[in-house]
C-alpha cells in the first residue's frame, strides 16, 4: 500500500485525487475542490501581517500581542513572520513605518505658511488613520520614557519630523524665515498643538484649528 501523503506538503490537495463508480461512465474523478487555501508569499504576505499587526495593537495590545496572534490573524505560519522580522518590536516598528503615509517635501510655493498647511494637513491625515491610532495607542500604553518607544521616535517619528525642519531651512534662505528659529521647540510646536487636539476631542481636526495654529502660534514664532 503506498504511503499516505502528508497534509503538510507545500503542494495544493485536492479531492481529485479520488474516484467515484458512476453508472454507466466507470470510474471517473472527482470534481477537483481544494482541500487547502493557498499561501499567500511576497508583497501580499507582508501586507496581511502588517494589517494582522493593526488589528492586534487595536484590540489587545502592545504588551499582550504575540507572534503567534499576528500569524493566526494573518493566516500564516510563525516562521514566515520570523524570516523576516525577529522581534516582536522589530515588526511593530517595521509596520508603522511602512503603513503610516510618507510625508514627502512639499513643492516650494514660495510661501512658507503655504508650505506649512500643506504639510500640517498631510499630518493630521496620517495622525487620523488606523495606523496612526495604533501608534498614539502604543505611546500611551507604553508610556514615552520605554525604549521601544525610543527606537520609533527614532525610526518612523524622526524621519516625518525632519521635513518641518526643511521647509523653515528653505523659508530661511527665501528671507521668509528668522534664522533662529530653526530649533526644535519652534518645529515642535504646530504639531504639538495639532496632536494635543487629536487626543483630545478625536478625528478629524477642524481645519479652523489647523489655521489659527499656523497664524496665532507658528507664524509668530518664525516670522522675521
Keep these: ?114 508650505d506649512l498647511a500643506e504639510i500640517f494637513t498631510v499630518m493630521l491625515d496620517m495622525m487620523a488613520s488606523p495606523a496612526g491610532g495604533a501608534m498614539q495607542a502604543l505611546m500611551g500604553e507604553l508610556g514615552h520614557d520605554h525604549d521601544f518607544i525610543t527606537t520609533l521616535h527614532e525610526r518612523v517619528l524622526a524621519p516625518r519630523k525632519a521635513f518641518m525642519m526643511e521647509i523653515l531651512v528653505r523659508g530661511v534662505a527665501r528671507g521668509d524665515v528668522r534664522a533662529d528659529a530653526i530649533k526644535p521647540v519652534v518645529v515642535e510646536a504646530g504639531p504639538a498643538l495639532l496632536v494635543h487636539r487629536l487626543l483630545t476631542f478625536g478625528p478629524p481636526v477642524d481645519p479652523a484649528y489647523m489655521e489659527a495654529v499656523l497664524d496665532d502660534v507658528v507664524m509668530p514664532l518664525i516670522r522675521p
Excluded at 503542494?11 to 499567500?40: E, H, I, M, Y
Design 1 to 114: 500500500m503506498p504511503a499516505p501523503r502528508s497534509r503538510s506538503s507545500a503542494t495544493l490537495a485536492t479531492t481529485a485525487d479520488k474516484t467515484s463508480a458512476v453508472p454507466g461512465k466507470g470510474v471517473v474523478p472527482n470534481k477537483a475542490v481544494p482541500l487547502f487555501r493557498c499561501r499567500r508569499r511576497g508583497a501580499a504576505l507582508e501586507t496581511a501581517i502588517y494589517e494582522a499587526v493593526l488589528q492586534q495593537l487595536s484590540t489587545v495590545g502592545f504588551g499582550a500581542m504575540t507572534i503567534e496572534g499576528v500569524a493566526a490573524a494573518a493566516h500564516t505560519g510563525k516562521a514566515a513572520i520570523y524570516r523576516r522580522w525577529p522581534s516582536k518590536e522589530e515588526l511593530v516598528a517595521d509596520t508603522l513605518d511602512n503603513v503610516l503615509p510618507t510625508l514627502d517635501l512639499p513643492l516650494d510655493t514660495g510661501n512658507v505658511r503655504s
